[in-house]
């Protein structure tokens, strides 16, 4: 099957990497397809003002702008691995990922979303629940989830 427009949830982690990676193979094999590198913070609301500070999971305050420039640099080591001659675009939000990476691949016809697994096992799953449960349940194309 080719895919015309493929959506990979991208956040810089080894899992993140193994989705770039197989939707790069896929568009490859494909032909004329393009990547959508999707990217999000989830601070539990949107951001009101350029130079809030916020608290992140490892403690640490941090501002708008640090995360707007470690987002920036994922996604530049996003765009290093793709290789030239295969389309890119980048969508970045504040916001809980798995709505975000449903309503992205519905805006942008995506016939594939690919995502990482984190390697939960099902009692963590149940309780945190996952962006990549998310997805499966809630996206209107195909899913697939990357090891």
């Known amino acids: 099957m ?4 493929i959506l990979v949830a991208y956040d810089g982690s080894d899992h993140a990497k193994a989705a770039l990676k197989q939707a790069i193979a896929l568009a490859e094999a494909g032909g004329d397809c393009k990547i959508h590198i999707a990217t999000f ?3 539990g609301y949107e951001p009101a003002e350029p130079g809030a500070i916020f608290a992140s999971d490892s403690g640490k305050s941090r501002s708008l ?3 707007k420039a470690d987002v920036e640099k994922k996604l530049a080591a ?3 691995a793709i290789p030239e001659g295969i389309e890119r675009d980048y969508h970045f939000e504040f916001g809980k ?3 975000h990476l449903v ?3 519905e805006e942008e016809k995506c ?3 690919i995502v990482g697994s984190r390697g939960r096992d099902f009692f963590q799953e149940m309780v945190l629940g996952s962006v990549s449960s998310y997805v499966a349940h809630h996206a209107k194309c195909i ?3 990357v090891k």
């Open 41 to 43: 913070y989830d601070i």
């Open 65 to 67: 702008d640090d995360m």
């Open 143 to 145: 899913v697939m989830i």
């Open 2 to 5: 080719l895919y015309k427009n």
């Open 97 to 99: 990922p798995g709505p």
């Open 78 to 80: 996003a765009a290093a």
């Open 111 to 113: 016939d594939l979303i």
């Open 103 to 105: 309503q992205v691949a």
